[in-house]
């Protein structure tokens, strides 16, 4: 199975500063990645896929970028509304295998 | 607009077998692949399995063969997902999906089946 490694676990931000959240492939995995966005008692929603591309209706501060094993996930200019634990998942093999999450919060 | 609505909360007692459904609308519900996902104690995501409505082909987690039976009705647009002899490691909160069409990310999810296992 492929390994997603997801980091920090946990982060706390000031609003208007920009986060990155890191996810490492245990092997090449081509781009297929997607990052998921889950508010608390809420199902996950989909921010990005292939690595870079924003689904529909996202917001622009939100980006993705990477390649082969390294993939990130950037929020420019945190708003209040962005609390929430962040998934990364790929879909190169299966089983398709999500990262651990990281919860964003507040300072 | 795509919705994807699931039954409700179960309470089942241990080494029984729960049933939980996943009525999709807004698309054409025989050309996507439904996917499966379990999230225990708000903790992370597994992926279980995935069905394809038209022709009824399924890919399972080799972690879930044994444990969850994925089928759909093609007259309802409805997906199930059955799982079985229940232990309370199977405790969680379930989501079904719908995966874009030529790619196996999740779209959208429907709003999830908490799955409760006491006696």
């Known amino acids: 199975d492929i390994r997603m490694t997801q980091s920090p676990a946990s982060l706390s931000a000031s609003l208007g500063e920009t986060v990155n959240i890191e996810c490492l492939a245990s092997e090449d995995i081509y781009s297929d990645l997607a990052w998921y966005q889950q508010k608390p008692g809420k199902s996950p929603q989909l921010l990005i896929y292939?690595?870079?591309s924003l689904q529909n209706g996202v917001p622009s501060r939100f980006s993705g970028s990477g390649s082969g094993t390294q993939y990130s996930l950037k929020i420019n200019s945190l708003q209040s509304e962005d609390v929430a634990t962040y998934f990364c998942q790929q879909y190169n093999n299966y089983p398709l295998t999500f990262g651990s999450g990281t919860k964003l919060e507040i300072k | 607009q795509v919705k994807l609505l699931q039954s409700g909360a179960a309470l089942v007692k241990p080494g029984a077998s729960v049933k939980m459904s996943c009525k999709a609308s807004?698309?054409?519900?025989?050309?996507?692949?439904v996917s499966w996902v379990k999230q225990s104690h708000g903790k992370s995501l597994e992926w279980i399995g995935e069905i394809y409505p038209n022709s009824g082909a399924t890919n399972f987690n080799e972690k879930f063969k044994g444990k969850a039976t994925l089928t759909v009705d093609k007259s309802t647009s409805t997906a199930y997902m059955e799982l079985s002899r229940l232990t309370s490691e199977d405790s969680a909160i379930y989501y079904c999906?719908?995966?874009?069409?030529?790619?196996?990310?999740?779209?959208?999810w429907g709003q999830g089946v908490m799955v409760t296992v006491s006696s």
């Open positions: 999906t719908k995966e874009e069409e030529y790619n196996n990310y999740n779209d959208y």
């Open positions: 807004g698309y054409t519900f025989t050309d996507y692949w």
């Open positions: 292939n690595a870079n």
